[in-house]
C-alpha cells in the first residue's frame, strides 16, 4: 500500500521573521511522527517588506493586502495546497485576502476560537494581548465573541506598555525576548487576570516569544499553535494528544 499522501502548507512569514520561524518550529513538535516521512510538507515564504499591518489600519499606511496577494500566489506556484500566515494582526485583511487567492488561507482566530471551545470549555472570557491594531480592528473580539467568549482589553497605559514591548527599539520585534519587554507583558497578563480574565490570549505572534503557559496561573491561548495544529490536520498528517512545549 502507497503511503498516504499529505497537502502542502505556504507559510506566508516575515511578519515578523523570528514569528515565522516559532510557527515552523510549532508545526514540527506537534506533528505525531516516528520519522522524517510522518511530517508534512512545507513551503515558507518569508516576505519581510510587508508593510506595517498596525500602521496601515490605525493611520491609513500602505496597504499590506498587495504584498500578502502576491505571497500566497507565489505559495501556489511553488506548490502549496493552502496558505496560513503567522500574523494575527494580518487576519483584519483575510476577507479580501482570501477572495483573491488561488488557494484557501487558514484563519487562525477562527481556528483558535474552535480549539478554546474544545479545551477550556469552562473559559468565557479572556484577556487579549496585542497589537493596537489588532485591538482596534476587533478581529480577536468578532472571532471570540462568536464563538460565546468575552474579550477584555488593556488599559490604555497597559496597551502602550504592549506595544513598547513589541515594537520598541529593544522589543521583541528587535530580537528581545528577555528582560524589559517580557517583564512588561507578565504585568499586563496579570491585570488582565485580576480584572476576570480566566484565560490570555497571545493576540500577537510575538507575544509567545516572551509568555508561556507556565507564567500565568489560566490557559495561555496562542493562536500560532492553534493555528500549527490546525493546519497539521488539513495536511493530513496527525497531532500529538498532548503537543510539546513550542519554546
Not at 42 to 64: E, M, Q
Not at 127 to 142: C, E, F, K, N, Y
Not at 178 to 187: S, V
Amino acid at each position: 500500500m502507497s503511503p498516504k499522501k499529505l497537502k502542502t502548507i505556504g507559510i506566508l512569514g516575515g511578519m515578523g521573521p523570528e514569528a515565522t520561524a516559532y510557527f515552523f518550529g510549532l508545526l514540527v513538535k506537534n506533528t505525531q511522527a516516528a520519522r522524517d516521512q510522518n511530517h508534512v510538507p512545507v513551503i515558507v515564504y518569508n516576505l519581510p517588506a510587508v508593510p506595517d499591518r498596525t500602521a496601515a489600519i490605525l493611520r491609513g499606511g500602505p496597504s499590506p493586502l498587495p504584498h500578502l496577494v502576491r505571497g500566497v500566489k507565489v505559495l501556489h506556484k511553488a506548490g502549496a495546497d493552502f496558505a496560513v500566515i503567522p500574523c494575527v494582526t494580518a487576519h483584519y485583511f483575510h476577507p479580501a485576502l482570501s477572495a483573491r487567492s488561488p488557494i484557501p488561507v487558514v484563519h487562525l482566530l477562527e481556528e483558535t476560537a474552535a480549539d478554546v471551545r474544545k479545551r477550556h470549555p469552562r473559559v468565557r472570557t479572556v484577556g487579549l494581548i496585542a497589537s493596537a491594531g489588532t485591538v482596534v480592528s476587533r478581529i480577536v473580539h468578532d472571532a471570540f465573541e462568536a464563538a460565546g467568549i468575552e474579550v477584555l482589553v488593556p488599559t490604555a497605559l497597559d496597551q502602550k506598555k504592549v506595544m513598547d514591548a513589541i515594537y520598541g527599539k529593544k522589543g521583541v520585534k528587535a530580537g528581545i525576548t528577555c528582560g524589559p519587554p517580557r517583564r512588561a507583558i507578565l504585568d499586563v497578563a496579570a491585570a488582565l487576570i485580576r480584572a476576570g480574565a480566566q484565560g490570555i490570549v497571545a493576540g500577537c505572534t510575538e507575544v509567545p516569544l516572551v509568555l508561556g503557559e507556565d507564567d500565568l496561573p489560566v490557559p495561555l491561548i496562542e493562536p500560532m499553535r492553534a493555528g500549527a495544529r490546525a493546519c497539521i490536520t488539513k495536511a493530513g498528517g496527525r497531532t500529538r494528544s498532548a503537543p510539546r512545549p513550542g519554546r
